[in-house]
């Protein structure tokens, strides 16, 4: 389960409609409650590095996410998953989202913007002991009113 | 120095976000934190004993592929960032999705 804050449940859909038709990218901060349930409670905005295709493509330059997690850790939040822009295109994972994601155990939110407009947004939990085994299962997305913790790195 | 670890690694860590080792250089730092915690080495190293493709590591804010790799000397007061790539994309999409849209 990923419960994640109703301010940046709006941010990050609306990050994806400013980058239209290009991929937007992004990190989720919060904590870990349990295995089985992560809060956000604040979002990372990131820039897409993918210029050669950024209508379907993304990448988070390592830097940039170093920075991000240092303005974190000073707010005791840690990465608990990414979000991306589909545009035009479903809300569910792609064999490339899958081939090029490592954070096992992190939480992948992806919303399919279509003609610019923030549509479904979905959650994908990366699952697997190790890169071999790796897959995504679909995970609940709870959007919550106000999450206690909401404040933002930058 | 201190070694940041990603989230999705710190199980095999101890459960830390942080360790702190004595090395010269960036080789020393890795080997010293993989002698401490073995199970990382497989999520770090391939068979040939290379970093990952995917794994970045960065010596305070500079990829060490463009400083001196692991040859990389350190100091007490630097930091090594793990970094597993974040990368995707609608590219190629999963055969089911449009169904599933």
């Given at each position: 389960m990923l419960r994640i804050d109703q301010t940046c449940y709006e941010q990050l859909r609306r990050h994806g409609e400013e980058t239209y038709p290009h991929e937007c990218c992004g990190v989720l901060l919060g904590r870990v409650e349990d295995e089985d349930q992560r809060l956000v409670t604040s979002i990372a905005r990131a820039g897409?590095?993918?210029?050669?295709?950024?209508q379907n493509r993304y990448n988070i330059d390592p830097r940039e996410l170093i920075t991000i997690q240092r303005q974190a850790r000073e707010l005791g939040l840690d990465i608990v998953g990414f979000y991306h822009s589909h545009p035009d295109h479903p809300a569910r994972w792609s064999s490339t989202d899958l081939a090029e994601a490592h954070w096992l155990g992190c939480s992948y939110v992806i919303t399919r913007v279509e003609k610019g407009q923030a549509r479904e947004t979905n959650a994908f939990l990366l699952l697997g002991g190790e890169e071999a085994e790796k897959q995504f299962q679909d995970e609940p997305l709870e959007v919550v009113a106000q999450i206690a913790e909401t404040k933002t790195p930058a | 120095m201190k070694i940041h670890i990603p989230t999705p690694l710190r199980q095999y860590a101890g459960k830390k976000a942080s360790i702190d080792v004595q090395a010269d250089n960036v080789g020393q730092a890795l080997s010293a934190l993989t002698a401490t915690y073995p199970d990382l080495r497989r999520h770090l190293y391939t068979?040939?004993?290379?970093?990952?493709?995917?794994v970045n590591v960065y010596l305070n804010d500079e990829d060490i592929r463009y400083l001196h790799k692991e040859s990389t000397p350190v100091k007490e007061n630097d930091s090594l960032s793990i970094v597993p790539s974040i990368a995707g994309g609608a590219g190629a999409c999963c055969c089911s999705c449009r169904m599933n849209a």
């Open positions: 897409n590095t993918r210029t050669d295709s950024p | 068979d040939e004993g290379k970093l990952r493709a995917f």
